[in-house]
């Protein structure tokens, strides 16, 4: 059975930190890995990720996968209250497209 | 950007009624479209895969009978919570698929039920 596992559940932090969220996958037949916000509604899509070792950037959030360990982390440097959120990742396989999602890391940044 | 609406954002029914969910891919053709349950502080479950035209692919434990997903065309889907109860109530969200695009990039707004 396919398994997406985040850690930590929770992290609070003050504005500036710089904060690392991790995701470990078992996956058959993986294709990617995809980050996500999720503030009050539906998830809003962050990054995805296909190869290892090769970091995606969008602005103060970075993220990249370990293949061969089988994890991602999503970094986001210089926290601002707007960063508070759950975020998610989810492992894709190639066949199939079905999305299986960790349980989610729940972010709040204090003023 | 692609857009992928869901309406209604959320419903209040009585335990017994059905309830329809629609899931809209607006610029694009969703050849496939998935429903997910999200239980308060919880992740994302996949309820069933919907591929257009062809029935729904449904997830172990979730009952086809009580979650009627339709795929009528291109560009909807909708998902009837039939005979709902109160354990029903819960955030559903779809997500889109164009073909040969990535999957997972676009949700729907999500809509909340509460079944009293």
């Known amino acids: 059975e396919d398994k997406v596992v985040q850690s930590p559940l929770s992290l609070v932090v003050h504005e500036g930190d710089t904060v690392t969220l991790n995701c470990s996958y078992e996956v058959t037949n993986f294709r990617s890995l995809l980050w996500y916000k999720q503030e009050k509604k539906a998830p809003t899509f962050l990054f995805m990720l296909t190869s290892s070792g090769i970091e995606k950037k969008s602005g103060r959030l970075s993220s990249i996968l370990d293949k061969k360990e089988l994890f991602s982390i999503l970094n986001i440097t210089a926290t601002q209250t707007g960063d508070s959120a759950v975020y998610l990742c989810?492992?894709?396989?190639?066949?199939?497209?079905?999305?299986?999602f960790g349980g989610g890391t729940r972010l709040m940044v204090k003023p | 950007g692609a857009v992928v609406s869901q309406h209604p954002s959320w419903v209040i029914c009585k335990s017994g009624t059905s309830v329809k969910i629609e899931c809209r891919s607006l610029?694009?053709?969703?050849?496939?479209m998935f429903w997910y349950r999200q239980f308060p502080k919880q992740s994302l479950m996949l309820m069933a895969t919907s591929n257009e035209g062809s029935k729904a692919t449904y997830e172990q434990g979730v009952e086809k009978d009580k979650f009627l997903i339709n795929h009528a065309s291109l560009t909807l889907s909708t998902l009837t919570v039939t005979s709902a109860h109160p354990e029903d109530s819960s955030f559903y969200i779809c997500s889109a698929t164009r073909t040969g695009g990535l999957v997972g990039a676009f949700f729907g707004q999500g809509t909340r039920l509460t079944v009293v």
């Open positions: 610029d694009f053709q969703a050849t496939t």
């Open positions: 989810a492992a894709i396989r190639n066949a199939g497209n079905m999305l299986t």
